[in-house]
């Protein structure tokens, strides 16, 4: 649902059921009822703006909820849009125009990115903090407001304040309350509540896309994935998803395809397997002892295989060709220095294939990428 003319929100905005979030909305819930300024903190698309609107929507305040980014809008024109101005006070002012603090009196004021306000405009937005008035850009006149701060920021504040990039009394002020917004790395157990939101919303928006039916083994695998662009990724996979699987029920390998791009999954494995033909093989280590209990390293002997699968019941194929695939990534990765671009070329890989493929391993390579 869309915000009503009065700025009044759904207090259901934010679905989740994880123990981050249960968290996060308990701070939320106590802090709402009180007019006290609220500094929400976390990382880029992981829903700072919903905090916003779910403390408006669950405070006592009557007015509007007013958004404002100030990483969006030039420096030279962000304390106009604050402020409001005089016609005439400046070049282009053909008229008297309200600003954002006049907009949310009664209501409530969302700086988004607050940690891009310039150090000159901190101060003024600290004198307002403090007299609970404004003055119009070419006014001599001041105007009273009453409204209720709420700030957001994917920024180290302290950090930006000890380099002198902030000011620390104007940063003590906007942290009455501290609200961390989760990553999406730490609640993907809300990955399922959060697409069938996403689903809900769809068929609302305006793009004609129906929402794809995720299998449990799809689901699996987006649970299996860190989202660094976190809820704002995962809308995007889903739109993505909904335009290019025409129906089709997204499965792991449909995820993989979507998240990374890869190749065809039969394609991928025949590459694996004739880059294990070719890789060299330790001399001290039998192909008995790569076929352990554990299923752990590389096995290019069909005789290990079939002895292996005389004496255990139970064999994991997936398990046995991600282990294969894991460390034929890391032998080729050994073999080329850590250079990422060189061994994609010994597994026959795009580097962005190869690249994903070391996130979903968690292998790590800290040298440099090209020859």
């Known amino acids: 649902m869309s915000p009503s003319i009065n700025g009044r929100y759904q207090d259901n905005l934010i679905v989740g059921r994880s123990p981050a979030i249960a968290g996060m909305l308990a701070d939320i819930q106590n802090a709402a009822p009180y007019n006290v300024n609220i500094l929400t903190s976390g990382p880029t698309g992981a829903g700072k703006e919903l905090v916003a609107q779910t403390v408006h929507a669950k405070s006592k305040r009557n007015g509007a909820l007013v958004s ?14 604050l402020f409001g101005h005089e016609k005439g006070a400046f070049t282009g002012a053909a008229s008297r125009r309200v600003g954002r603090f006049e907009e949310a009196d ?44 709420v700030c957001a920021t994917h920024q180290d504040l302290k950090a930006k304040t000890a380099r002198g990039l902030f000011r620390g009394d104007l940063m003590f002020r906007l942290s009455v309350i501290e609200i961390r917004v989760p990553p999406l790395k730490d609640r993907l157990s809300d990955i399922p509540e959060l697409l069938s939101k996403m689903a809900e919303q769809m068929e609302n928006d305006g793009t004609g896309l129906i929402a794809p039916e995720m299998t449990q083994a799809g689901l699996d695998e987006l649970m299996r994935y860190d989202w660094p662009g976190n809820v704002r990724e995962l809308k995007n996979f889903f739109q993505r998803a909904a335009v290019l699987s025409r129906g089709e029920p997204i499965d792991n390998a449909w995820v993989r395809r979507l998240l990374f791009g890869e190749i065809k999954l039969v394609d991928e494995q025949e590459q694996i397997w004739n880059a294990i033909q070719v890789l060299p093989r330790s001399e001290q280590v039998s192909s008995c002892d790569l076929m352990s209990e554990a299923t752990d ?20 194929v997936k398990d046995h060709l991600a282990s294969q695939e894991k460390d034929t990534i890391e032998i080729a990765l050994d073999l080329a220095d850590n250079n990422v671009s060189r061994a994609a070329q010994h597994l026959d890989l795009k580097r962005t294939t190869l690249t994903a493929k070391m996130r979903k391993y968690g292998i790590g390579c800290d040298a440099s990428v090209d020859d």
Do not use: H, W, Y
């Open 297 to 316: 390293g590389l096995s290019v002997s069909r005789d290990a295989i079939r002895a292996f699968l005389e004496n255990k019941a139970v064999f994991s």
């Open 68 to 81: 404002v980014n100030c990483a969006a809008i030039p420096r030279d024109l962000l304390e106009a849009e």
């Open 106 to 149: 009664g209501g409530t004021l969302f700086l988004d990115e607050i940690g891009d306000m310039p150090l000159d405009l901190q101060t003024k937005l600290l004198r307002v903090l403090e007299t609970r008035a404004i003055s119009r850009i070419g006014s001599n006149k001041e105007t009273a407001v009453d409204f209720r701060l």
